[in-house]
């Protein structure tokens, strides 16, 4: 019996939201490489051409604020069909001592992450092809029951919960989630290298596969997701393991 082939996606169209760096840029390489017309967007233009000059293969970019419903509505307006969606979009408020978390800070948190999942997606469906695909990166803190996260896990567990149901209602377009753990990305820049370092040998410690994420880890599991047609309504984890080392 020969064994299926679920990397088809040559030819096919696929926008990363949020594909200038980290995580967003592996899987724009990952589709890339795999014969996709790949656009990647982002905030920043010299950001997004530093990314496409590293990426080999079909990819164009795009400058885009994914908060500002009508820029992102112009975007699909004029893109043309698009197979798969992916929503890169990080954000890095909202965590911190929940007796002390600042309001202001967890709603700033909600506006830069889950708000603009929102605008994209609706935004997107016009444009997206039946039988596609939209792929959500969220983070594990969703899950995670650590100190200091109950604002991180309020954003990122309501966009995983909204997985299922889109799943269903927006058939047979397919939704899934990447929830990945720690990956050494840009993201950490803003912490002092010794304190990363840390952090990073830490977590390793901690996991079964000995060592933190790279963002092409979590750019196959997305790739996977959006090549495989048999699958939708999914939250897949990329955490090395964590959980089932700490079991939480």
Do not use: C
């Not at 990314?51 to 043309?80: C, H, M, N, P, Q």
């Not at 929503?87 to 992450?113: R, T, V």
């Not at 803003?190 to 952090?199: D, N």
């Amino acid at each position: 019996m020969s064994t299926p082939n679920t990397s088809h996606l040559a030819g096919q169209r696929v926008v990363v939201m949020g594909g200038s760096s980290g995580i967003g840029e592996a899987t724009a390489a990952s589709f890339a490489a795999d014969g996709a017309e790949v656009v990647i967007t982002g905030r920043g233009q010299d950001r997004l051409d530093a990314a496409a000059a590293r990426i080999e293969g079909k990819v164009s970019t795009y400058r885009l604020d994914a908060a500002d419903r009508s820029a992102v509505d112009a975007f699909f307006d004029r893109s043309g069909p698009v197979d798969h969606l992916v929503l890169a979009l990080s954000g890095s408020k909202g965590g911190g001592a929940f007796a002390e978390l600042d309001l202001a800070e967890l709603a700033a948190g909600f506006d830069g992450k889950f708000w603009p999942h929102v605008n994209v997606l609706q935004a997107a469906l016009p444009a997206l092809r039946p039988g596609g695909s939209v792929t959500l990166v969220t983070a594990a803190s969703a899950r995670a029951a650590l100190p200091g996260t109950a604002g991180l896990a309020a954003i990122n567990g309501a966009l995983e919960a909204m997985v299922p149901p889109l799943a269903v209602e927006l058939a047979p377009l397919r939704i899934n989630a990447v929830s990945p753990g720690v990956v050494d990305t840009p993201w950490w820049d803003a912490v002092p290298a010794e304190q990363r370092g840390a952090l990073f040998d830490g977590f390793a410690a901690s996991t079964p596969v000995g060592r933190v994420g790279r963002p092409e880890d979590i750019a196959r599991a997305v790739h996977m997701l959006a090549a495989n047609d048999f699958v939708t309504g999914v939250v897949l984890e990329a955490t090395g393991g964590a959980t089932l080392a700490t079991g939480r």
